[in-house]
C-alpha cells in the first residue's frame, strides 16, 4: 500500500503562487482547496492550514461572511488565522474599560460583544491593486 503524505508548506506556497497568474476570486475555502490540489500531485491539504498558510504568507485577501452568536464572549486567538486579537475598549456608563471590539490585524476578522462566527470565506487571489 503507498502512503500518500501531507504537503509541505513550501509545496503549498509554490501551488498558490502558481494558481496567482491572473487575478483569480476563489468563492469558498473547499473551492481553493481542490484548486491548490491539482498543483500537489496527490499529496494532502486540510481547508484550515490551507487558509493560514495562504493568509500567513499573504498569498491571497480574505474577505469573511459571518453569521452572529447567540453568547457574549471573551477571545483571545483569531478563529480565521489564528494569531492574537487585538482588543477595543470603551468606558460603560459607571465609567469602567469594558471590551468593544476584537480585532485581527492580519487577516481583518472583526467582531463585537456578540460572537460573529466565520461561516464562508471568499479568496482574492493575484496581483494587489
Known amino acids: 500500500m503507498v502512503k500518500i503524505g501531507f504537503a509541505s508548506r513550501e509545496e503549498i506556497v509554490n501551488a498558490i503562487k502558481s494558481l496567482s497568474g491572473d487575478r483569480k476570486i476563489v468563492p469558498s475555502q ?3 482547496r481542490d484548486l491548490v ?3 500537489l500531485e496527490g499529496k494532502r491539504i486540510g ?3 490551507l487558509r493560514k498558510i495562504a493568509i500567513e504568507e ?3 485577501k480574505v474577505k469573511i461572511i459571518y453569521r452572529e452568536g447567540k ?3 471573551n477571545l483571545e486567538r ?3 488565522c489564528g494569531r492574537r486579537i487585538s482588543k ?3 468606558k460603560d456608563i459607571w465609567g469602567r474599560n469594558r471590551e468593544v471590539e476584537f480585532i485581527c490585524k492580519r487577516c481583518g476578522y472583526r467582531s463585537g460583544i456578540r460572537r460573529k462566527i466565520p461561516t464562508r470565506y471568499i479568496f482574492y487571489i493575484g496581483k494587489k491593486d
Open 58 to 60: 499573504g498569498l491571497v
Open 78 to 80: 483569531c478563529p480565521v
Open 30 to 32: 473547499r473551492k481553493l
Open 71 to 73: 453568547d457574549s464572549f
Open 37 to 39: 490540489s491539482v498543483f
Open 88 to 90: 477595543v475598549y470603551g
Open 47 to 49: 481547508e484550515r492550514r
